[in-house]
């Protein structure tokens, strides 16, 4: 019988979709870092459960063809270059087979030809902006980046992926703190001053700017600091204090201070200037970044007279991208400040067509079609959790000619296309495009178009002839917990379930556990949790 520790032969099958190697031994499914497709190797097991194991390579004996064998290995272990083993070329193959399979087996999509993956030219170097934590190893104040799956820091001076001037930058910082004596953050005993060193640069401007994220206000021997920065890097406008006295893994907290300079940086993307704040959402890499957009902007063949909605709108990048290409664009974003830099961008970049609403996506919906505005394309950009169901039957009502679907996640992009298809849509291009090389992140722009509903056929389900306590057995809590981790990597309790079932009209059984106590503290789903139950629930059949 297998054992922990043990070492056996075994050759590499697949890949995960965050790069893990994939090996079968004794009827379990082993996943091994920096191991590649056809590869044999000697695998020392780490740890077995009843369906699945975790090994790590112990020797190899026949390396892949596609290895970058010069690679360090700390990229690998701390998550900065996951799957920067693997040549570059595969690395593409990879990022359209992830927006493939997840078409085919969560939209049911088999068939469905992906374009190949938009690559650059030169895959590092890449990101204009660094969160890198600040803490105290073998007794030294250091930066870098922490290993995956632990809060243990590896120190780091080249980042490999990031703009070299970014890493001049932190490293110069990094020894200014060491300096002057300025504590590292201390997680376990709550101690300590700095936690982070945060950094924004303009890919064309070149401006800079520097966050230092302290656990108070005070800071001492600042005016040194900064005095010794400016002078070394012209190029810094923006020194931010960002106060994060809170004790859970968030990079920063809401204070922000302006220590030095202006409170933002400006950059361009196709044309367009953008103020950048120490918050705002700003794509990492421009050069791609310009290729995603200008995708979007192709597949939505734009008109004179189109009406475009802009939902998960942000600072107003991807809107007025395209806003002198159309009569009009409705911008939507939940973050006020978000807001009002994309109202301060129109204005700098001379655009009268554009209208911007602080609201929840699908509420902005649900507003502008009862002021009467009928878009013919809907551009959504949102985040890994990808849409709410809300938002989906919001914008489909609204009946857009075309819907352009930016995503960062293939998972949730093709659970929110099934939706769709299911409201009269249908699929028509997809397109991959690589924004973080050496990762095993992927953007990806779809464009659905609406059918002919002429040639299709309404069925009315009333709702009291569903039987939903009779639904009740058709998935276990075991069965739905299984299948959120399978497919989101998320531990839901029952608890979790429990809540969403009651939300949904579900009964629950009589003899699930409820707590005696009185005046108990629940705690509630999170709406990413809520998102993968209820789709579970949809995948049972259960709504």
């Known amino acids: 019988m297998l054992r922990k520790n043990d070492i056996v032969d075994v050759e590499i099958q697949d890949l995960t979709h965050e790069g893990l190697g994939i090996a079968k031994y004794d ?20 740890k077995i459960t009843k369906k699945i194991g975790f090994g790590k390579v112990e020797n190899f004996l026949e390396l892949s063809p596609n290895r970058n064998q010069g690679l360090n290995l700390a990229y690998l272990r701390t998550g ?30 088999p068939d469905f030809a992906v374009l190949p993956t938009l690559g650059m030219d030169q895959p590092y170097a890449y990101r204009n902006k660094a969160q890198v934590p600040v803490r105290r190893v073998n007794g030294q104040l250091e930066t870098g980046f922490f290993r995956k799956n632990s809060h243990e820091l590896m120190p780091i001076s080249d980042y490999l992926i990031q703009d070299p001037e970014i890493d001049r930058l932190i490293n110069f910082t990094r020894d200014l703190l060491r300096h002057y004596d300025l504590s590292p953050y201390n997680e376990i005993e709550k101690t300590g001053l700095i936690r982070n060193v945060v950094v924004r640069k303009g890919h064309y401007s070149g401006e800079m700017m520097l966050i230092l994220v302290t656990t108070r206000p005070k800071l001492f021997r ?10 070394a890097f012209p190029a810094v406008v923006s020194i931010i204090q960002n106060i994060n006295d809170q004790t859970g893994n968030a990079i920063m907290g809401k204070d922000y201070r302006t220590l030095y300079g202006k409170a933002t940086i400006t950059d361009s993307m196709l044309g367009n200037q953008y103020d950048i704040s120490a918050q705002s959402f700003y794509q990492v890499n421009t ?91 809907l551009i959504v950009d949102p985040p890994r959790k990808g849409l709410t169901e809300s938002f989906i039957q919001a914008s489909a009502a609204m009946a857009p000619e075309k819907i352009t679907y930016i995503s960062c996640n293939p998972a949730t992009m093709a659970r929110d296309i099934k939706h769709y298809q299911e409201l009269g849509y249908q699929l028509t291009k997809v397109q991959p495009v690589d924004l973080f090389p050496q990762t095993h992140h992927v953007e990806t722009v779809a464009l659905l178009s609406k059918l002919n509903t002429d040639k299709h056929i ?15 057995s058709k998935a276990t809590y075991a069965q739905i917990k299984e299948y959120v ?39 509630q789903c999170t709406p990413e949790k809520e998102e993968a139950i209820m789709d579970a629930l949809r995948h049972f059949k259960m709504i």
């Open 27 to 46: 009827g379990l499914v082993f996943f091994v870092e920096n191991a590649l497709p056809g590869e044999k190797i000697q695998m020392r097991v780490l």
């Open 80 to 109: 900065i270059a996951d799957i920067g083993h693997l040549a570059y070329p595969q690395q593409l193959m990879f990022k359209a087979k992830q927006v493939s399979d997840a078409l085919y087996k969560i939209a049911k999509l």
């Open 222 to 231: 600042i005016d040194q600091v900064i005095e010794k920065i400016i002078a």
């Open 287 to 377: 050069v791609m970044a310009e290729k995603l957009y200008q995708t979007a902007i192709n597949f939505s063949d734009l008109a004179p007279d189109d009406i475009v909605i802009d939902a998960y709108s942000g600072i107003g990048t991807i809107g007025q991208s395209l806003a002198k290409q159309v009569k009009h664009v409705y911008g939507v974003e939940v973050i006020a400040a978000a807001v009002e830099d994309a109202k301060k961008n129109a204005k700098r970049n001379g655009l009268t067509n554009v209208t911007y609403l602080a609201a929840a996506a699908e509420t902005a919906m649900t507003q502008w079609s009862q002021e009467g505005v009928k878009p013919n394309v």
């Open 458 to 472: 309404d069925v009315e389900i009333k709702l009291d002839e569903l039987d939903l306590t009779s639904a009740e």
């Open 485 to 523: 981790l399978e497919k989101f990597g998320l531990k839901v309790s029952t608890l979790y379930i429990a809540q969403i079932k009651k939300k949904c009209g579900i009964e629950l059984r009589e003899h699930y556990n409820k707590s005696k106590k009185q005046k108990q503290i629940i705690p």
